[in-house]
C-alpha cells in the first residue's frame, strides 16, 4: 500500500473519533438550552456516522503536503476542495444547511480557509 494512503488512514483515524464526541457536546448544550425538540435514533445515528467521516477526510487530506512532486500551491488547492466537498456534501445530506445558502456558505468556508492556511503557513515557515 502506499506510504500516502496509509499516513491519510492513519491520520484519518486519529481524528475521527472526536466528531461524535463533539456532536454530543452540541446534543447537550441544544437539550440543556430547549432549542430544539427530540430527534429520532436513526437522524441521531446518521449524524455520528456523517460526523466522523467528516473527521476522517478532514484529518487525512492533509497527507496531501507529503506529496513532494506537488507544488504547494497545488497541495492547498486540493486540500481546499476536499474539505470544503466534503462538508457541503455531508451538510447537504444531513439537512443542517439547505441549498439556499450555498453561496454564503461557500465565500465563509473559502475566507475562512485562506486565512487558516495563510497563518499556518506563515508559523511553519518561521
Same mark, same amino acid.
Given at each position: 500500500?502506499?506510504?500516502?494512503? *496509509?499516513?491519510?488512514? *492513519? ?5 475521527? !473519533?472526536?466528531? /461524535? ?5 452540541? !446534543?447537550? +448544550? ?6 430544539? =425538540?427530540?430527534? =429520532? ?9 456523517? @460526523? #466522523?467521516?467528516?473527521?476522517? @477526510? ?12 506537488? /507544488?504547494?500551491?497545488?497541495?492547498? $488547492?486540493?486540500?481546499?476542495? @476536499?474539505?470544503? $466537498?466534503?462538508?457541503?456534501?455531508? %451538510?447537504?445530506?444531513?439537512? !443542517?444547511?439547505?441549498? =439556499?445558502?450555498?453561496? /454564503? +456558505? #461557500?465565500?465563509? +468556508?473559502?475566507?475562512? +480557509?485562506?486565512?487558516? !492556511?495563510?497563518?499556518? %503557513?506563515? @508559523? #511553519?515557515? *518561521?
Amino acid at each position: 500500500m502506499n506510504k500516502n494512503v *496509509k499516513e491519510f488512514i *492513519k491520520r484519518g483515524l486519529m481524528a475521527c !473519533w472526536g466528531g /461524535p464526541i463533539i456532536l454530543a457536546v452540541v !446534543w447537550l +448544550f441544544i437539550d440543556n438550552g430547549n432549542i430544539t =425538540s427530540q430527534i =429520532s435514533l436513526y437522524k441521531a445515528g446518521v449524524s455520528v456516522i456523517s @460526523v #466522523t467521516i467528516l473527521a476522517f @477526510v478532514v484529518a487525512g487530506i492533509s497527507t496531501i503536503y507529503q506529496i513532494e512532486s506537488l /507544488p504547494l500551491a497545488i497541495a492547498g $488547492l486540493i486540500q481546499c476542495l @476536499v474539505i470544503y $466537498l466534503t462538508y457541503l456534501v455531508v %451538510y447537504l445530506l444531513n439537512g !443542517w444547511i439547505n441549498k =439556499s445558502i450555498i453561496i /454564503p +456558505f #461557500t465565500i465563509i +468556508f473559502a475566507s475562512s +480557509f485562506i486565512v487558516i !492556511w495563510i497563518c499556518i %503557513y506563515l @508559523v #511553519t515557515r *518561521k
